[in-house]
């Protein structure tokens, strides 16, 4: 029962918040265009925080389907070293999403030097980004330090059964 609802339920919700952040990443896009087009700050504003949003809610539970990994039932190795891949899976996908950030960040600041040089006017633009990159990080990067504290910790716990395991192989074959 424990296996089928973690193997069953979990693609299923996983693949259902990764399609609607994909639909809200293709929605922010769009917003954002169409504040391009009608230079409207109200749709921009609405754009940026879909894409600022959005992945973040993939991480989620990208994150949550691979943190439901434990120790393995069986105590072969080849599971132990599964269940480490799967843990630094999970820790290359919180770098990416550390990257995501620095990617907003970045974009916020040519903002304001667009602003800066007048090589553009949306100085309300750039403000309401500001703030938005800045709210969106605050909340964001320590739920990531922590979400990586944790998975670090897990994952040196498999690897010493990992060592354990193979020890006991051996004994066991000897």
Request: overall charge positive; aromatic content about 10%; hydrophobic content about 55%.
């Amino acid at each position: 029962m424990g296996n089928a609802f973690r193997d069953g339920h979990w693609r299923i919700l996983t693949a259902a918040v990764l399609v609607l952040s994909a639909a809200a990443m293709a929605a922010g896009i769009g917003f954002v265009f169409m504040a391009w087009k009608r230079a409207s700050l109200p749709f921009g504003v609405t754009g940026v925080v879909l894409l600022l949003a959005a992945p973040p809610l993939a991480v989620a539970a990208l994150l949550a389907r691979n943190f439901t990994s434990r120790a393995p039932d069986c105590l072969r190795a080849q599971s132990f070293i599964d269940e480490v891949h799967r843990a630094d899976s999970t820790l290359r996908m919180i770098r990416r999403m550390r990257a995501h950030l620095g990617v907003a960040a970045a974009s916020t600041f040519l903002a304001w030097v667009c602003e800066a040089f007048d090589l553009a006017d949306f100085r309300d633009f750039a403000f309401c980004l500001t703030l938005l990159v800045a709210i969106a990080a605050a909340g964001y990067l320590p739920w990531l330090a922590r979400q990586e504290k944790l998975v670090r910790e897990q994952r040196e716990v498999l690897r010493r059964g990992l060592i354990a395991s193979q020890i006991a192989e051996k004994w066991f074959a000897g």
